[in-house]
């Protein structure tokens, strides 16, 4: 059990577009998910907090008109990021809270070009 | 000082080695313990879950929580070139629910 999954797992986009990646918990509701941000051999970067129904609360630095994140029902989150430059070219892992612990999704590859 | 303290490595050991991985931590308020194995260009995916001092055991691996030093370990018997990747400790807070990560320790098991 506690199976999260994301799509795409891989996009490449030109600059100035928009993306969107889904993060679902196929297993179990979640009313809390995470959005995190990991560049080459660097540990996970909490991006914001998504709660169910509510709006995200964002980490210091991260600009919340940038990262889009609705988080629409107990099983899925969504992230958009908007006007993407080739610096936001990154791997975005979701995680859903269960009790006390978070799992994973397999992660988004993004190149922006 | 960062919260969550991890050797990066990397650390190469033989095949069948025991590997120990530590983590210390410097907040009073994390409750829950965890390790993660993260293979290359994947998501991290949960090993071992702890929230009292004392061993778990789950296997080849088995998680050590010393919350009087602040101290948590994952010790892997009997080691085996799938478990090559890299491992986060991550430690959370049940006020805010976010998890704080060590910086994860890069291990290769050579055949």
């Known amino acids: 059990g506690a199976v999260v999954s994301q799509h795409p797992s891989r996009v490449i986009c030109k600059s100035g577009t928009s993306v969107k990646i889904e993060c679902r918990s196929l297993?179990?509701?979640?009313?809390?998910m995470f959005w995190y941000r990991q560049f080459p051999k660097k540990s996970l970067m909490l991006m914001a907090t998504?709660?169910?129904?509510?709006?995200?609360?964002?980490e210091q630095g991260v600009e919340k008109d940038k990262f889009l994140i609705n988080h629409a029902s107990l099983t899925l989150s969504t992230l958009t990021v908007t006007s993407a430059h080739p610096e936001d070219s990154s791997f975005y892992i979701c995680?859903?809270?269960?009790?006390?612990?978070?799992?994973f999704g397999p992660g988004t590859r993004l190149t922006v070009l | 000082q960062k919260e969550v303290e991890q050797d990066p490595g990397p650390l190469s050991v033989p095949e069948g080695a025991i590997v120990s991985l530590n983590c210390t931590y410097s907040?009073?308020?994390?409750?829950?313990f965890m390790w993660y194995r993260q293979y290359s260009r994947k998501g991290p995916e949960l090993l071992m879950y702890?929230?009292?001092?004392g061993n778990k055991e789950d296997g080849r691996f088995t998680a050590q929580v010393d919350k009087s030093s602040k101290y948590i370990s994952l010790f892997i018997r009997d080691s085996q070139p799938s478990d090559s990747a890299t491992y986060l400790c991550?430690?959370?807070?049940?006020?805010?629910?976010?998890?704080?990560f060590g910086q994860g320790t890069t291990l290769q098991v050579k055949p």
């Open positions: 702890t929230y009292s001092s």
């Open positions: 297993d179990f509701q979640a009313t809390t």
């Open positions: 995680s859903a809270r269960r009790t006390d612990t978070q799992y």
């Open positions: 998504s709660n169910e129904g509510s709006k995200a609360t964002y």
């Open positions: 907040n009073s308020a994390f409750q829950y």
């Open positions: 991550a430690c959370l807070s049940s006020n805010t629910g976010k998890l704080i």
